[in-house]
């Protein structure tokens, strides 16, 4: 009886790594209990299979997918898998009274038409698109609280936003001169044998990859669009990076008042988010390194600005498979639920 | 109030990598509050100017090392220096009554005279000396538990000896034949700016260092022989591992019964280990990665058995900061203070 | 007509890092043109489609294997294939007058029991293996001197046995103490997608594989039994290093004389390896970095007595895709043409 | 006599990276004899004392730095040594008739006072200065050829102008709008013991550092500027990646032509480097890979126009130590000395 009280939840696509983290934080997290791991490759293995490490921990079972025994036994549905399979569950899901967090890009855009065209499929379902909310917490905190259905952010698009969204928001800069550089540890590529994605590929090497064409342009645009209340264009390029996790975005804008202060800035940002406690920004000089980030759900910005050019430069680093995917679908789980915003979430990096 | 009850620790020399994994740990750990940092060449700062990322979490000062004013304001304290210094200091603290849980290499001998033969110096403090606990827990459980000095072991000896105290305990191996080859992570160096430790260097690289003179040695000996209720003598080879965290020991040793199972084996480290809930023996067929056990307490064991040439060879992987130092002093701690021996540690690591 | 007088050589399994080390170290050396690039699923590509970064350079497609017609156009073939194929693709080779240097495990075996109890299949071809020569020049350089074709020795026993080679020629250990604990990058794996080769599960961790059962082991024992003139049972146990190239073997072995000094194992050494160009003994207290060898065909060997344990400690350093493949089978060339040995190998390495 | 016709050739500041990879190169250069290594704090050792993996091959001491001396036996001289000592060097080496390859920043500039307003001291040389070549053979080939004293170019200037000299040059970009955003390996930072360079502190890890203050700008700028007829100002923004070796900058520009086609850039790029064997341009859709660079002194580049945005971005990849160092001055010397300028300097990658 010793989780008397906790919420049953269940994690469809278990054995990825998005999988294994929400398995790791959900395992720790004092108000659920993790009832069902789902998936199809491996179903009927114990989960300690492909994560052996874990075996000692966790003694679940992945089963086979079947929505209707996932709603019966789950009241918050996580699912975790490749793109164009979250819209086909989450109906029946979200029709059985489940609460769900899809981490896929299926339910990040407000139109339903913007997904298709990036990722194709044929989708009818505006109706649901509508009801979903974009879980960033950091700017859609009041809304992701009263949601049944959560698309959470991609791992790019999460370190990008939380770096533009107080110049967006405040009118400081030229929108469209927005570039956002971006580096990622290669553990966003999942756990696919790829062979680009083999150590003795990617290791010792660096190089960018889907330029001016990459999937997550459209979900920065959208959510840029949305504080900026304007359309807006942005340029996006995505590097690969020898480690295994990190994310760090560097972004370049132009200032609409040149004379704006590195000062003020700080400032601002520093207002911006006041209540949000997995953003942390930093004091003057001082740039983030990803590995602070890691394993925690926290986002350190750094801000410059350069008086010769009249552009501000913000740093921005996460842990791509945590701030950037399960740290802040439990963050937002925390909302829907009325916990505290970092209850069961890791805060304090291990260094070095 | 809110720590009201928690017990007040200090640490001297919070600047190095020791100190650092111990300020994050206990920053979190529920039994404790830290009242004072510690350190020579730091002394003044904000331990935050080393260690930014934890500047919204950690809100001290490194002070000045004065004795007495750490005696009185600290009921147990951590000495995280290079080794010889911990041994003129420790008096002054033991005197007013402090528990005392030495990371350095001054108070890991039984015989004084052996540490002064491989670390020089001259010590006339054998009467000390003897009241001190060796402070692996697997072993010496409950000595740690009455003890007001801890001396902790050092990385390689923590891996190299839980991989072979149930076989000199139990007598299954022939002691002279136990061969240790280690492997660590650069992070064991410390954070002390040496040519040979640069990424440069040390990337992308391997080799072995202090072949047949490695100051651990004796430490392992010195155990491997308390275990064995006899002198041992064993073969100890360091390497350094083109990565950050990590020590995984291959231990091999010829069988005295060359008919001894490897599901013997299993079971007779799973007995051993019963009561250990920091040692994980993995099941046939699987070797531990180093990675499993990266920021986590945990020791991960693998053992074969090979019929053809007669050997066990054992696998044991530990985080050489945690398990390997800061993380094995907590948890002596938790002993010393009667609490449970997992109070306050992370037992799950990230993945990947 | 820059080409006249080149020995006309192909490649057949190009696309692999076996197949891409030949073509980069062929493409330099001054005795031979490349005029056949063959593999089976890349047949019809452009070689730089694989390899863009060897665009401007070479300029071949791959083309599908047929080995009548590869017989034609070359002198010299290289096969580089999975296990298993070699040995049906040879003999048509030498029926044709080809030289062949085969890099796969097919002609690594005295006795073709050996090689199928070990890898299964069902072979009757002891006539053409009893032909064969093993391609570890240090050991049989008359012999690949004259031989049609090679069997290229595996990455590991290359560098396990010339560690051990003096040792065992000479006497100077007991042969069943012999323990080869051996570390190789991550590129050993070949250019094939599997999960636990992919930089986010192989990267800042360490494992052991294959434990008291890899299939090097009996390709060692073979030479380590034709040195010593009576048969040889090792322990071989090999680990997976978070880097891309290198291996280090560390040997492990008990002296028949203890007193066996230090200086006279170097002077030992230097003495079977004095008409070696591609094998440098260290001097004394001198271990060799993975990285000296990188990019080289070279081994660097270094020396330790350890007189506490009767045992000498020996550490062979050399890049795995070149002393411990592709370069080696040119070296083997070299002989096969009458061609000095180092011709058209790198020996410097860069460094870092 | 076996180098009878070599030019005697000279390298001051032997022990770092720049005078080791001056060492490797300059050991292979069929034109050239290294004559003379200077140092100072290593003055008297062995070089091998410091690369002992070079022992077998470069048997030569690092001497004291006796300017008489050394422009008696070289008749080139190349100076790797930290700013601000080269120009205190050089002009009594000229005076005596060498030719002098200077790699520190001290030359590098046209105008003495921008040197000393970003990197200090105080300067009554413009004389000289303005008899310098700036050492990017891509662009001032001819002026190199005549030179006697060589400001070698930075590393990362080096790739950001070789990105950018296209486009600026053919006025096809709004220079104001130029952003490099540039990632390096560690190896840059040179081979000198920083705690932030250290593996336990840059592995598995990515930041910026010098936000719009990083001394190359000045020297991107002045070359930038010479390149478009007026005044350059860009953005640039290095960033420290966790490997040894390899830059890549990626450049952000608005084209004044937003219809200029990708194919056309294509065409314009190599028109622009046809007659410059290091630099490659990529077909279409292909992006360098820092790796593809590495130990070659090529410098690769891949380009993209965004429609969208109005943008072109380009990636230009070199190692940062050949390319970006040694290798580019001794493609420098070779256009001094009336060789091919490819003569001696290694073209074809390992890869992996």
Known sequence: MGNMGRVPVGIVGASGYGGVQLVRLLKEHPGVEIVYLGGESSAGKPFSDLYPHLSPFV????????LEEIAARCQVVFLSLP?????????????????????????????????????????????????TVYGLPELYRDRIAQAQLIGCPGCYPTASLL????LLK?????????????KSGTSGGGR?????????????????????????TPEIEQIC????????????TPHLIPMVRGILATVYATMRDPGLQHKDLITIYNAFYRNAPWV??????????????????????????????????????????MKGQAGQAVQCLNLMMG??????LPQLSFYP
């Open 59 to 66: 003694d679940l079972k992945i089963e086979a997918i079947d």
């Open 83 to 131: 793109n164009g399979l979250a819209y086909q569950m989450a109906p029946t899901l979200l029709a059985r009274g489940c609460k769900v967090l899809d981490l896929s890009a299926d339910y990040r855009f407000f139109d339903v038409n913007t997904y298709t065209s990036w990722y194709g499929g044929d989708r009818q379902d505006q109706e649901i698109v509508s009801k």
């Open 163 to 166: 770096a533009l969204a107080p």
């Open 170 to 182: 405040q009118g400081l800069i030229l929108p469209e001169t927005a570039i956002i550089d971006a």
């Open 192 to 216: 696919q044998a790829k062979v680009n994605m083999l150590l003795a590929e990617a290791d010792s090497s660096l190089g960018a990859y889907g330029v001016a064409r990459h999937r997550h």
């Open 225 to 236: 669009s949305d504080l900026a209340g304007s359309e807006v264009t942005v340029q996006f």
């Open 280 to 321: 942390k920004v930093l004091s003057s000089g001082t740039y983030p390194q990803t590995k602070w980030a890691c394993g925690t759900n926290l986002c350190y910005i750094g801000l410059e600005v350069d008086s010769r050019t009249g552009r501000v430069i913000v740093l921005s680093a996460i842990d791509n498979l």
């Open 339 to 344: 916990w505290e915003e970092t209850l069961g």
